[in-house]
């Protein structure tokens, strides 16, 4: 499509059904999965946690693990030319920094459909993304 003057296009998945039909969406719009870029924002784990305090769980064991499962996710969805990054932090400030190192030409992310009072409590992160990337975002709702 000629209408995104940038091909990259950035894609958060949080495992859920919605962000993988934006996935299948994004794939849709473009013609090669080379162009996508799949993130996955995981927590910052305390030092508190047991597997930081036992030593068995760290960032690395932590990233592996989603990627691999992610990139089974991709293969059953026959998008496995997607890049995959794990990242570590806030979702919404990751994944606008990630596309913005990219320098991403879109953002395909789902609005999960909170009440208003979740909304009100917990914010959203299609909605911090929509107000920090420096790029169109593509919300999809359910």
Same mark, same amino acid.
């Given at each position: !499509?000629?209408?995104? %003057? $940038?091909?990259t296009?950035?894609? %958060?998945?949080?495992?859920?059904?919605?962000?993988?039909?934006?996935?299948?969406t994004? $794939?849709e !719009?473009?013609?090669?999965?080379?162009? =996508?870029?799949?993130?996955?924002?995981?927590?910052?784990?305390?030092? !508190?946690? %047991?597997?930081?305090?036992? *030593?068995?769980?760290?960032?690395?064991? $932590?990233?592996?693990?989603?990627?691999?499962?992610?990139?089974?996710?991709?293969?059953d969805?026959?998008?496995?030319?997607?890049?995959?990054?794990? $990242?570590?932090?806030?979702?919404?400030?990751?994944?606008?920094?990630?596309?913005?190192?990219?320098?991403?030409?879109?953002?395909?992310?789902?609005?999960?459909? *909170?009440?208003a =009072? *979740?909304?009100?409590?917990?914010?959203?992160?299609?909605?911090?993304?929509?107000?920090?990337?420096?790029? %169109?975002?593509?919300?999809?709702?359910?």
């Amino acid at each position: !499509m000629t209408w995104l %003057p $940038r091909r990259t296009v950035v894609v %958060p998945i949080d495992f859920s059904d919605e962000s993988f039909s934006a996935l299948v969406t994004a $794939r849709e !719009m473009f013609d090669k999965p080379g162009d =996508l870029h799949v993130v996955h924002v995981l927590p910052n784990m305390e030092p !508190m946690d %047991p597997g930081v305090i036992w *030593q068995t769980i760290d960032d690395d064991s $932590r990233s592996q693990h989603a990627e691999a499962a992610l990139r089974q996710e991709l293969d059953d969805r026959k998008c496995d030319g997607a890049k995959i990054v794990i $990242r570590f932090g806030d979702p919404g400030q990751e994944i606008t920094q990630f596309a913005e190192e990219v320098d991403a030409g879109l953002v395909v992310c789902t609005s999960h459909g *909170q009440t208003a =009072l *979740q909304h009100l409590l917990i914010g959203s992160v299609a909605e911090r993304v929509v107000r920090l990337a420096h790029c %169109p975002v593509l919300v999809l709702k359910k």
